[in-house]
């Protein structure tokens, strides 16, 4: 498994947007893809889990990649959030 | 006449044809049905359908009010194949053998539920799109059909609340508002109204009756007049065309160079008292801001802001305004403006009392975090600092010492940061008769005429007696202001000026004549300077 973590720009948290943008993105991985939120987690292909961790500006999130090609989609999952989230 | 008040979400003035839009109640009843296989089926084909209306919908969306108002649409794409939304329905009409559209509306209020419960505002809002979304397949499921807007004048459209499906079907060239019973400043009405340019009001009661009624609405004071009487009319009538005269304004001058007819440019900036300003900078296209003032970060907390604190608002300020140049003030507190937890003692004077730098100065750990916070955000974008209430040269030494200290703690802490030019207010005297030797310690001057016209003036702006001698205009600040321009350029710094005389659209040429390099107002001066700048020969 490959984890990485970010902490949320947007003035508006993790709203419908970019958290359509980030299952959009997931959904391209072969790979599990989870979110994490302190306590919470989340399947982050489904966008109702995504939204429901109810992520705020300034929150840190954790995204758990794993599978068989976890390495080189993890690390593009991690250009796509520095890019747009 | 009858006035009906809510709460404004979009500035502006309309008057239209009330139109209320009433939703179809769908009421879904519970039946019992046997071929379990054949609801599957029946309920695949209508998430189907409600794709292709949704794919439809953006399209429509895209073209009239662009990506960021048509990616709500992609949005309720994905929510309606989420897995878990699909699973829910699903099982619900295997396990109870019940049909598709009473699965969806439990399903509906399910998920609804869990956003309302939110302790989110805007996630709460977004409770109305998973009942949209659900209220479209119960719709394609029982072929119902939904209300359009198709008027052939002015519309002001009415409801208790609208979905983003509603807004993007409607006939857009003829709505000139919206008004509805419920919603809040974050709900698809006014960000759509934001979006369309439009006045809108939101949480307004109103009666049925006044469906089909002549209306204005009053964006900036929340009010819908139905039937209004001649004198009001006309007086809405006369507001209605000066709101559009801005507004062309706005269309012939945004995106145009700040530049007089002699091809000289002046920087054209916006003066900001908090984040929430940002938007009106953007919309009335400054270049930039020359004057972030800082103190509302202190003003609105009961401790001391933290440097992680400050940092967040300036990081965001600077990636928001990408790489144009924002110029922050740091603390100008005191005088008139108090704050409880730093205790300061009661004033006779308090104007020319212990404020500002002179506070910086003495309580230099309030200073250096401030300082650390903007450095750190200046490597997020085009920062630039300036000291308020500057008399000396000594000062001026002194702050650039204390800089200096900063950058080298954050370079041995390993923190980045960006090129940050530093200037300071010019708004004593004092300062104005040194301005050619603090020129040689700053890149630029910013030049606050309501501070240097009461000190120059010995007049005291709070006392409103004094009003009538109380004269902007005097020969004596404009010669400190010509001294002011004429000093910086020969010590190499450029000079603005960000206090309200920069707004004084009779001052504008004198301004230019003298040299000014910037000009800093409040965002909803930006253009009609920039178009007596343009005409300036």
């Not at chain 2, 707004?503 to 007596?532: H, N, Q, W, Y």
Request: hydrophobic letters at 40%; one cysteine or more.
């Amino acid at each position: 498994m490959v984890k990485f973590s970010f902490v949320v720009k947007d003035e508006m948290g993790l709203h419908a947007r970019p958290a359509g943008q980030l299952v959009k993105e997931a959904g391209k991985c072969t790979s599990k893809v989870t979110i994490k939120k302190g306590e919470k987690s989340g399947d982050a292909k489904r966008i109702f889990n995504v939204m429901g961790l109810s992520v705020k500006h300034g929150d840190e999130v954790e995204i758990m990649v794993e599978g068989e090609k976890e390495e080189e989609e993890a690390a593009a999952l991690e250009a796509f959030v520095a890019e747009n989230i | 006449m009858k006035t009906y008040v809510g709460k404004p979400v979009y500035h502006g003035i309309a008057i239209g044809q009330i139109r209320i839009l009433k939703k179809e109640k769908q009421n879904v009843h519970r039946s019992h049905i046997d071929d379990v296989e054949q609801e599957l089926a029946r309920m695949e084909n209508a998430v189907e359908e409600a794709k292709e209306q949704l794919k439809g919908l953006y399209d429509k969306a895209l073209l009239e009010v662009g990506e960021s108002g048509a990616a709500i649409f992609e949005v309720h794409q994905m929510m309606l194949e989420d897995q878990d939304y699909q699973e829910s329905i699903q099982n619900m009409i295997k396990t109870q053998q019940i049909n598709a559209e009473y699965a969806v509306a439990v399903t509906a209020d399910n998920f609804a539920n869990m956003f309302a419960m939110m302790d989110d505002d805007y996630m709460k809002e977004r409770a109305a799109d998973v009942r949209d979304i659900s209220e479209r397949l119960i719709s394609i499921l029982t072929s119902a059909q939904s209300e359009e807007v198709n008027a052939d004048e002015p519309t002001i459209v009415v409801a208790d609340d609208l979905s983003p499906s509603e807004t993007v079907q409607m006939d857009k060239s003829k709505v000139n508002s919206f008004v509805t019973r419920y919603g809040s400043a974050n709900s698809h009405t006014a960000i759509l109204a934001r979006t369309m340019n439009v006045p809108a009001i939101i949480g307004l009661e109103y009666d049925e009756e006044i469906d089909g009624k002549r209306a204005i609405v009053d964006g900036f004071k929340g009010e819908l007049i139905v039937e209004p009487d001649e004198a009001v009319l006309a007086e809405y009538e006369e507001k209605a065309a000066q709101e559009a005269a801005k507004k062309q304004l706005l269309l012939e001058l945004k995106g145009k160079e700040t530049v007089t007819l002699g091809g000289r440019q002046i920087r054209l900036y916006a003066n900001i008292g908090g984040i929430s300003d940002l938007q009106s900078v953007m919309q009335n296209d400054a270049a930039g801001i020359g004057l972030f003032r800082s103190e509302f970060l202190y003003l609105e907390k009961d401790h001391y802001p933290t440097e992680e604190e400050q940092f967040q608002v300036y990081r965001s300020v600077a990636e928001t305004m990408a790489g144009k140049k924002v110029i922050i003030r740091t603390l100008d507190i005191g005088a008139d403006k108090q704050i409880d937890y730093f205790n300061l003692d009661k004033e006779e004077n308090p104007a020319m009392g212990y404020r500002a730098i002179r506070i910086c100065l003495k309580q230099i750990d309030i200073f250096k975090t401030q300082l650390r916070a903007l450095y750190r955000a200046s490597a997020y974008g085009n920062i630039g600092i300036m000291f308020p209430m500057i008399i000396s040269l000594k000062e001026v030494k002194q702050i650039k010492e204390i800089v200096e200290e900063v950058k080298a703690e954050l370079t041995e802490q390993g923190a980045s940061y960006g090129e940050v030019e530093l200037g300071i207010m010019i708004e004593t005297p004092a300062a104005v008769m040194v301005s050619e030797d603090l020129a040689k310690e700053v890149d630029f001057f910013s030049i606050g005429t309501n501070d240097l016209t009461q000190y120059t003036l010995a007049i005291d702006r709070q006392n409103a007696k004094l009003d009538d001698i109380y004269d902007s205009h005097h020969p004596a600040v404009l010669k400190m202001i010509q001294m002011t321009i004429e000093n910086g350029h020969k010590g190499g710094a450029w000079v603005g000026i960000c206090g309200e005389l920069g707004a004084d659209l009779t001052l504008t040429d004198t301004f230019v004549e003298m040299g000014i390099d910037e000009l800093s107002v409040s965002p909803s001066c930006v253009l009609p300077i920039r178009k007596k700048i343009r005409e300036h020969s």
